[in-house]
């Protein structure tokens, strides 16, 4: 297979991870944030609150569509990729996971219309564990309806123990590939929508240039 995108330390490919999935080899880790059914592609815009002390309300923000998010999501095939699993959204598809761990994000303070936080599901330990990070720290650099927080990934993999190489399915707009190169971990990627493969690899690029010139923030 010819990748979309490489670094020294990934590969990022363009395609259905269900195709793609056979191709690869094992890996340590399985980490993503896939589509299951929010149905976030109905009309691919969201208002984002710009908070309360702002002038002119709400801004309308748009995104490339969200493939494959109206329709049910299975996990299996991210179990058979890799011993460990941290997967978010799993409360949408929880039935017959097993024992495991929760990972939380709490992302907002207050309680109002939107969630406060969001969990993933971890195939390993019986804990319970928070990461505290405002979502308005990244509103400015969101390039995707659910994006997550780089720290945020950089502190699942440290919660997944000491993956080497690490795979996200659903790279959307490249932030777990991004958590990667600035811990030095070897990483795959795959997303569907060649549009977020632009995004995603222009992120990457941007982050390996960084740690290049300045060397890794860890």
Same mark, same amino acid.
């Given at each position: ?24 080899? @094992?890996?340590?880790?399985?980490? /993503? ?18 908070? @309360?002390?702002?002038? &002119? &309300? ?18 299996? @095939? ?17 039935? =017959?996971? !097993? ?49 997550? @927080? ?10 997944? =123990? ?9 790279? =959307?707009?490249? /932030? ?38 300045? !060397?890794?923030?860890?």
């Amino acid at each position: 297979m010819t990748p979309y995108y490489e670094t020294e330390l990934g590969k990022l490919y363009c395609g259905d991870c269900l195709e793609i999935l056979p191709e690869l080899e @094992p890996v340590d880790l399985v980490l /993503t944030d896939p589509p299951y059914g929010a149905k976030w592609n109905c009309d691919y815009a969201r208002w984002i609150k710009k908070g @309360p002390n702002a002038q &002119g &309300g709400d801004t309308l923000r748009s995104y490339p569509p969200v493939i494959g998010d109206d329709k049910p999501f299975d996990p299996l @095939p991210l179990f058979i990729a890799a011993k460990t699993v941290v997967v978010f959204g799993f409360t949408y598809f929880m039935s =017959g996971l !097993g024992n495991g761990s929760i990972l939380v994000w709490k992302k907002r303070s207050s309680d109002g219309f939107l969630c406060n936080a969001e969990a993933a599901y971890m195939n390993k330990g019986n804990g319970v564990y928070v990461f505290n990070e405002p979502v308005e720290r990244m509103q400015k650099f969101r390039q995707h309806p659910t994006q997550k @927080p780089v720290n945020l990934m950089c502190w699942c993999i440290d919660k997944a =123990g000491n993956p080497q190489i690490i795979l996200d399915p659903f790279l =959307g707009s490249g /932030t777990t590939a991004v958590a990667c190169e600035r811990l030095g971990r070897k990483w795959i990627g795959i997303e569907i929508s060649e549009k977020y493969c632009t995004i995603a690899a222009n992120r990457i690029e941007q982050e390996s240039r960084q740690l290049k010139l300045f !060397g890794s923030p860890k």
